[in-house]
C-alpha cells in the first residue's frame, strides 16, 4: 500500500495499480535487480516523478508491493476442528513464506519500511486469518488460545527460522509448533 | 565477516579491520544514508576496487558489519539460578536489539545476505549465548530446556514482534517469554 490514503477507483488508485502491475511484470520479465524507477514508470504510463512524489524511492515501492503479494486471498481452510484448521493453516504458511518468492517478499516488505508499517500489515494479515481460524473453533465449543499466543508459538518461530534460521524447516516443525501451542490452550 | 576466509593478522583481516571502522566512523559521523562505496574506501585508505573485490556491493558490506556489531562480547551472566540467567539475557537482548541502532543492523544484517550467512550468524550468536546459560543451569542440576526450544519460544517471538509487530514490546514480556519456556521444562 502506499503511503497516502488511496480512494477505490480514483485516479491515485489506478497509479498505483498500474505501477504495482509494472513491477511485478518486469521482475518477472527482467529479475529483480533490473528494476528502475524510469523504467517502471515507462511501463505504468506515468512519469517518474509520479513514482519519486508517490513512493520515494524504489526500496519502498518494493516494499508496497511485496505487501500486497503477501496479502491473504482466501479464508483459511474449514477443516471442522481447531488442530485441523490450524495445522493446515500453518503448512501453508511455511509454503509460501518459505519459498524464495515469499522470501523475497518479506525481505522487500521490511527493508523498504523504515516506519515499520508494511511489516506491521503482513503481522496484521496472519493475525487476521489466526482469528478467523480461532473464532471459528470457539464457535464449535472447542478450546482455543488466543491470537497473540498463536503468533508467539506458531507464526513467530515460523518466520524467526525462515529469516534467520532455515535448517530443519519442514512441515513436521509447523505441526510440532501447533501441537504445542494448543496443547497450552 | 566477509565472504572469504580471513586468516588473523594477514593482511585480509587488516583490510577487513580498516573498511569496517571506516562504515562505522562514516556512519556516526554522516549517517548511513551518506554511505559509499568510494568513501568508505577513501576513509580505510584502500582502492573502492578493493572493496568490490571483497564485498561485492555496498549492502554486502553493510551487512557484514552489522553481524559484527550484533556479535555478543560479554558471556551471559550467572546469576545463580536459570529462571533469572535467561531472564536477564532475554531482558538485554531486547533492549539491544529493539534500540534503533539494533534494528538498524537486524535489517542490514539480512539485507545484504542473499545466501543468508549473516542472518544465520545472528542466529548463532544467541544459540551460543543460550547454550552457556542452559548447560551452567544443567551443571547446577537444574532441569533446562534445550537451545531451539528457547530459540522458539523466546528468541522468535522477541525478533519477531521487534521486526513485525513492536506494541507490547516490554521487559514484562520477555519475561513472560521465559517462564513459558521454563514451565515446560
Known amino acids: 500500500m502506499s503511503r497516502q490514503m488511496v480512494r477505490p477507483g480514483g485516479r491515485s488508485a489506478r497509479v498505483q495499480a498500474s505501477v504495482h502491475a509494472a513491477v511485478r511484470e518486469l521482475a518477472a520479465e527482467r529479475g529483480r535487480d533490473a528494476l528502475t524507477v524510469p523504467l517502471i514508470a515507462q511501463r505504468a504510463g506515468v512519469t517518474p516523478s509520479t ?12 516494499s508496497d508491493v511485496a505487501v500486497e503479494r503477501l496479502r491473504p486471498d482466501t479464508t483459511p481452510g474449514d477443516h ?5 484448521d490450524l495445522t493446515a493453516w500453518a503448512e501453508q504458511f511455511l509454503d509460501e513464506m518459505a519459498s524464495p518468492t ?7 516488505a521490511l527493508l523498504g519500511d523504515p516506519d515499520g508499517g508494511n511489516a506491521g500489515r503482513c503481522s496484521a494479515y496472519a493475525a487476521e486469518q489466526i482469528d478467523v481460524i480461532l473464532t471459528r473453533a470457539t464457535g464449535r465449543g472447542e478450546r482455543a488460545p488466543d491470537v497473540e499466543t498463536v503468533i508467539d508459538e506458531v507464526v513467530a518461530p515460523l518466520m524467526y527460522r525462515i529469516l534467520f534460521r532455515p535448517a530443519g524447516l519442514d512441515a513436521a516443525y509447523a505441526q510440532r509448533l501447533v501441537a504445542r501451542a494448543l496443547g497450552g490452550a
Open 102 to 108: 515469499g522470501r523475497a517478499y518479506i525481505r522487500d
Open 80 to 84: 471442522g476442528a481447531l488442530p485441523a
Open 51 to 62: 513514482v519519486y512524489r508517490r513512493w520515494g524511492d524504489l526500496q519502498t515501492l518494493l
